[in-house]
């Protein structure tokens, strides 16, 4: 919401600079991202008036005027605008002036006549994007005057974000009121009283969904000036507004939507037919837009309609069909109120993003559409002239919200704020917020206006005692209550335990959307169907996410794209995988790396990344189970993972992660720069743990034996590690793998791996045939599983 200070404080004027005022309504919730001057600077820009016009005598599109500013002697100036003319008042730089961007004017020649100044757009003076000529000026403007104290530029715009919660602040009289509360100063309303009809002419209403649209306002005016121009500081407040002027008709409706609050549309009455109705959209409804687009509304939209059809998407936009031309000359002018729940989400539905659905969808007044009829009647009649016809006023009490009295306890109000705020300031800050405030024995009984739908609860009138009292003036006290530590079970791996590991290990922490880019989607997981959202945000996030991997692997793309070559980012989120029962919504644990294996340093050698190295990163991850023997790293292909390089993790024979490099192809897809590997792990399944028991230690000597076999390349290391231990027996208390060989002396198709057994008894020493014996069948069972061989 952009706000015009200079507008403002014609409403409430508070003794406050226009920072204090930013500062006052940021502190209230009102947050105001930035201020900015309402117009850039420039100087020597005076009125100017064109007392004759010829035409140039070497070019067919350049004209020479006399202008009058307003000294002895008029200036000769060359002009091309189309629409300069004689009388008209333009904005004109002198001779030595400076335009924005730090334009000056000097003496010139253009095509051999002298130029002494010139006539301005709106775009030179930096007012607008676009011009298609002069900027035109009143005509009872005084020549010489400064065009700045004219437009009243010395201004400040205000940009206001709101929360969804106040609707009732996207009008100038919402943030006039809030400004006069928050400094205990008069507020003066706009006064809107009735235009008398002055025709008989009604144009009926039917509302056929009360529900969506229980109340509608309409008004016939005839005989509007088709050629009237909108006056300048209407012109100019809208400027300052950020809504493009279009015209007398249009601009009175926003004009209004800016001052109230509702949001109005203006109908070519010509075009219409027989009655206005309210309805849902129905099979075969077809409606072309005001911005051109064809659109084929469900059954859910609420539809302006008349005998023949769709007029327009009810708050949300007009339709070509009815849309006021410089022909029209009767216009049917209509103030609704749509509930937000009817317009939520609808404008997105098909691609739009209107100032009518962005305050229907908040909420605008119940109460506001007959004073806004008629203000904006005024305003028109005021400037393109007409003659009204009686207010048509179709309603359906049953169904407008209803207006609650709640009770506000003042021993709550100091539970909440720890301090007590006196019963006189109570009442006043609520009254001036619009409230009906009746004192009770030990209470008040409170009614909000009916623009505030974000009011419903006594925590509610309390929120708004402590914005306007001040956030800053509350005490900062310890809280009252009674602390408990949380117990921490031993047999469940916390979370941050996991985080914490790979940020020890170089990763960071990534959080990306829960909704993803299709593509990276199919990609990734072509064997799952997400869920697709009916109103995304923009079409690469349009699908809910199976898996961590798609926001991950944008998020690596993103800093690859700005020289990041080392990347190391893990996320923990929700997954939503579709199932026969509904949605399942599951925590996964997942990951990402590709670069160097080690940052860049002088004490190791530079090496890329590898599958192992990420297995390392999981390993230490699963090894916090307190069981990391349970977990199994089993060779199997997934669709995104390289099929040499790609393993499921079972424990207990249930799936609960994915290991692997991303598949070539994959990655060619997703523009991914290099090798980058992948995991993914299901913390339901990695989070169990062992609990912690004390064992105790041998108090005999332990014997080492190293173990050198040759097998198959087939074989993997887990398999044989199960083997030993398995022929190891009571004795054997750890064997694991230091060495793998493959060359000169070992057959092609074989490897050779080495493993260090340590043996050890609780009870005696053992001997060396013990040990020998122990040794002897762990070979045996190699050689019979797996074929294996000493080797020599």
């Not at 100063?185 to 025709?199: K, N, Q, Y």
């Not at 209550?481 to 922490?509: C, D, N, S, Y």
């Not at 002088?602 to 699963?622: N, S």
């Not at 080492?704 to 074989?715: G, K």
Request: charged content about 25%; overall charge negative.
């Amino acid at each position: 919401m952009k706000v015009s200070e200079r507008w403002l404080r014609e409403w409430v004027d508070p003794a406050v600079s226009g920072a204090e005022l930013a500062a006052q309504l940021t502190m209230a919730g009102l947050e105001v991202d930035h201020i900015e001057p309402a117009a850039p600077a420039f100087e020597s820009v005076v009125v100017g008036r064109v007392i004759d016009l010829v035409s140039h005598p070497d070019a067919d599109r350049l004209r020479v005027a006399t202008v009058d500013v307003g000294v002895a002697e008029p200036l000769r100036i060359v002009c091309g605008a189309p629409n300069v003319a004689v009388g008209m008042c333009a904005p004109t730089a002198l001779i030595g002036a400076v335009l924005p961007g730090g334009f000056a004017i000097k003496p010139s020649k253009l095509r051999g006549v002298e130029s002494r100044g010139m006539l301005c757009s709106a775009k030179e003076l930096g007012l607008a994007e676009s011009s298609d000529g002069l900027l035109p000026l009143p005509a009872d403007s005084q020549p010489g005057q400064n065009v700045r104290e004219l437009l009243a530029l010395e201004d400040s715009i205000i940009e206001i974000e709101l929360t969804p919660n106040r609707g009732d602040c996207l009008g100038m009289e919402g943030i006039a009121r809030e400004v006069a509360t928050l400094n205990r100063c008069e507020f003066r309303p706009l006064s809107t009283d009735s235009v008398p009809p002055v025709a008989d002419t009604v144009f009926p209403v039917t509302l056929l969904d009360p529900v969506d649209c229980p109340r509608y306002v309409g008004r016939v005016i005839r005989g509007v000036n088709p050629a009237a121009e909108t006056p300048l500081w209407m012109w100019e407040r809208l400027r300052r507004a950020g809504v493009r002027s279009l015209g007398p008709l249009v601009d009175v409706t926003n004009y209004v939507m800016l001052e109230l609050g509702q949001p109005m549309h203006a109908f070519d009455l010509g075009r219409l037919t027989r009655g206005i109705e309210v309805r849902r959209a129905r099979p075969g409804d077809r409606l072309e837009l005001l911005n051109g687009v064809v659109v084929e509304p469900d059954v859910e939209t609420l539809l302006i309609t008349d005998q023949n059809g769709p007029l327009a998407l009810a708050g949300i936009m007009g339709g070509e069909i009815s849309s006021c031309t410089d022909a029209t000359r009767d216009v049917f002018l209509e103030s609704a109120f749509f509930t937000p729940a009817s317009i939520a989400g609808r404008a997105r539905r098909y691609g739009l993003q209107t100032d009518s659905s962005y305050r229907f969808e908040r909420g605008v007044d119940p109460q506001l559409q007959r004073r806004a009829a008629e203000r904006a009647t005024r305003l028109l009649l005021d400037i393109a002239g007409g003659q009204p016809g009686p207010l048509v006023e179709a309603v359906s009490p049953a169904h407008l919200p209803a207006e609650p009295a709640i009770r506000l306890r003042p021993e709550r109000l100091r539970k909440l704020l720890g301090m007590d705020v006196p019963a006189a300031e109570v009442e006043e800050i609520l009254r001036r917020l619009g409230m009906a405030v009746a004192i009770e024995v030990d209470h008040w009984l409170v009614a909000p206006p009916s623009s505030r739908f974000d009011i419903a609860l006594e925590v509610d009138l309390i929120e708004e005692i402590a914005r306007i009292h001040g956030y800053d003036r509350l005490p900062g006290n310890r809280p009252l209550t009674r602390m408990e530590m949380p117990p921490q079970p031993e047999g469940r791996v916390a979370l941050e335990r996991f985080k914490e590991t790979l940020t020890q290990r170089g990763f960071q922490e990534a959080i990306t959307y829960s909704f993803v880019d299709p593509a990276f989607q199919r990609c990734l997981d072509p064997e799952r169907q997400p869920l697709t959202l009916a109103n995304p945000i923009s079409a690469d996030l349009a699908v809910m996410r199976t898996s961590l991997w798609p926001g991950l692997l944008k998020a690596l793309v993103y800093n690859q794209k700005r020289q990041q070559t080392r990347i190391r980012l893990f996320e923990h989120g929700l997954n939503f995988i579709p199932a026969i029962d509904g949605l399942r919504q599951e925590p996964y644990f997942a990951g990402v790396a590709t670069g160097s294996a080690l940052p860049e340093q002088w004490g190791a050698p530079a090496r890329p990344l590898d599958f192992f190295d990420l297995k390392a990163d999981v390993e230490a991850l699963l090894a916090l189970s307190g069981e990391p023997e349970a977990f199994v790293f089993v060779a199997v292909p997934h669709p995104a993972l390289h099929p040499g390089q790609s393993a499921r993790i079972e424990r207990a024979g249930a799936v609960v992660g994915w290991l692997g490099a991303l598949h070539p192809r994959v990655a060619r897809e997703l523009d991914v720069e290099g090798d980058a590997f992948l995991f993914e792990l299901r913390l339901e399944g990695v989070q169990t743990a062992r609990t912690p028991m004390f064992q105790e230690l041998s108090k005999f000597p332990a014997s080492r034996r190293d173990l050198a076999i040759v097998v198959d390349e087939s074989v993997t290391v887990r398999a044989i590690q199960d083997c030993i231990d398995r022929h190891g027996g009571e004795r054997l208390r750890e064997a694991w793998l230091f060495d793998v060989y493959r060359g000169k002396g070992i057959a092609v198709g074989k490897k050779s791996l080495a493993f260090g057994l340590i043996l050890q008894d609780f009870s005696h020493n053992l001997t060396d045939s013990m040990v020998e014996k122990t040794v002897s069948g762990i070979i045996a069972g190699l050689a019979g599983q797996f074929g294996a061989t000493l080797r020599v």
